[in-house]
């Protein structure tokens, strides 16, 4: 083969190298739907962002209305109060908090309704009753004295409002105080005397009622 065959050849076979290959076709561009809070707002296709929005439906609003025979605006007001000093005296003593709702769970829940708006008049007292049993739990705790500002204050109520009504003595207490610690007045015991005063109180039972003796036949 000569030089000049040879010369030919080469450069033959660099310009076949030089061809370039065909290309492959891309796949099929994907489509990438974003959605936010359940609304689609947008599209990713190929690379590129097309924004739009897709409104959501409204929500249907719950209405309650309330028929005869349920509490009045009066005692909604006082549950509501108690209500509010429930949690206020919770959340000082415990460390899991009380919330307004799990607060109006509880009570609704007591009363058989779904809504503090549907509660039976009638079962107005049972719920007034419920909040201040779960209040008087909370200031039977043994750290309710150094928490709850209102204790000695609650305490003190209690005993003397027992003592003239249930035990007929108003001065029913002076005589365990006396012989126990040696104090005339309530406001004188301290926290522990207090709730010793206070249990011995609540447990005590009425005296009999007595009776005119019947008259002697002559």
């Not at 739009?52 to 609003?61: G, I, K, L, N, S």
């Not at 009363?111 to 503090?116: K, L």
């Not at 909370?138 to 204050?153: E, H, I, N, Q, V």
Request: hydrophobic share 40%; proline share 7%.
């Amino acid at each position: 083969m000569s030089e000049e065959e040879k010369t030919a050849q080469i450069l033959q076979l660099f310009k076949a190298g030089a061809t370039p290959a065909p290309r492959r076709r891309s796949a099929a561009a994907k489509s990438v739907q974003i959605t936010v809070n359940g609304a689609v707002s947008g599209q990713i296709v190929g690379g590129d962002v097309n924004n739009y929005t897709v409104a959501r439906p409204p929500r249907p609003r719950v209405v309650v209305t309330p028929g005869d025979g349920v509490v009045t605006e009066e005692q909604k007001a006082r549950i509501n109060a108690l209500r509010i000093d429930w949690i206020a005296l919770h959340n000082s003593i415990k460390r899991a908090p009380l919330t307004d709702a799990a607060a109006w769970i509880r009570i609704n829940r007591k009363a058989g309704v779904t809504s503090y708006h549907l509660i039976p008049a009638e079962r107005f007292d049972l719920v007034v009753k419920f909040i201040k049993q779960e209040m008087a739990k909370l200031r039977a705790m043994p750290s309710a004295p150094s928490k709850d500002d209102d204790w000695r204050r609650s305490r003190i109520s209690a005993i003397k409002a027992r003592c003239k009504n249930q035990l007929g003595d108003a001065d029913a207490y002076k005589s365990y105080i006396r012989k126990n610690f040696s104090l005339e007045s309530l406001a004188d015991l301290s926290t522990d005397q207090l709730r010793r005063t206070h249990s011995y109180i609540m447990g005590k039972e009425p005296a009999p009622p007595e009776f005119p003796a019947a008259p002697r036949d002559a």
